[in-house]
């Protein structure tokens, strides 16, 4: 079947997409190079990831210089590939707000130029249509939540979820393994380079818990904890540390009962209004 090349404009932005055997397939180079970053390297990232490098296809796409070949994903796959970028290491402010329009809208956009406004979701919370988010804002928020599950696992999803506009599950119904990952939705974010270590974060962890008012669980429990949500150890000049996450800059001084220097030193300061 030969390719029905489409273009979207997105914010003044020409996203090419193709349909193949009814397939959606968007093209990714032409964002990264919207974005200003390197397409060596992010097609470096594509290929290391399981689920992205199985979805990948070539494609023809018009370009100024003739035809050529590009790279594609489908359609749901493009949310994990926009949410693989840290948008915090672009220093440019203005294309850290184009990454961070794309995550937001992007898939919305690109959903709703294909397939319409989507029909009944399966599982959308019923109190959905009392927020001041639009129902349709909900779907999409739970597509996006979905895709990062299946790209980089639950815990992903989980911080996804707390960052959403959707209802946070209520305390009485937790257990000690959820407060786990409402502390990690709270207090940290994922970041493929990043490394926290563990007395650090275990500190962090138990002023959360001790200010939710939720159980602290042994240092050795909630590091087995960290491990089943996929967050590896690594041992580096004689010290442990947590690797693939860093702070999210939600810390709380009032998290620090103990006042350890760990916890302290990743506040993030409030500054004074100018006289």
Request: charged residues 25%.
């Amino acid at each position: 079947m030969e390719n029905e090349i489409v273009t979207v404009d997105f914010h003044g932005d020409t996203l090419f997409a193709a349909r193949v055997d009814e397939r959606v397939l968007i093209a990714v180079k032409p964002i990264a190079t919207r974005f200003g970053l390197d397409w060596k390297s992010q097609w470096g990232r594509i290929s290391r990831d399981a689920l992205l490098s199985e979805g990948v296809v070539i494609t023809t796409i018009p370009s100024l210089g003739g035809d050529q070949d590009t790279v594609c994903l489908p359609l749901d796959l493009i949310p994990g590939f926009l949410f693989g970028i840290d948008d915090r290491r672009i220093k440019d402010v203005e294309r850290r707000e184009v990454v961070l329009r794309y995550k937001r809208e992007c898939y919305r956009v690109l959903y709703q130029h294909f397939f319409g406004k989507p029909e009944e979701a399966v599982g959308v919370p019923e109190r959905a249509t009392a927020g001041d988010a639009p129902l349709d804002e909900w779907r999409t928020w739970l597509s996006m939540i979905d895709n990062a599950r299946r790209i980089y696992g639950n815990a992903a999803a989980r911080r996804l979820w707390a960052r959403s506009p959707l209802p946070s599950p209520e305390r009485d119904h937790l257990e000690p393994a959820d407060d786990i990952d409402r502390f990690l939705a709270e207090a940290t974010a994922p970041k493929p380079d990043g490394m926290i270590g563990a007395a650090a974060l275990y500190a962090c962890y138990a002023g959360w818990a001790q200010y939710n008012g939720v159980e602290v669980l042994p240092f050795y429990t909630f590091g087995r904890q960290l491990g089943l949500r996929g967050i590896p150890s690594v041992k580096k000049n004689g010290h442990m540390s947590r690797v693939g996450i860093g702070w999210s800059g939600n810390i709380h001084w009032d998290w620090g009962l103990r006042r350890p220097a760990a916890v302290l030193r990743f506040t993030p300061k409030t500054t004074s209004p100018e006289a």
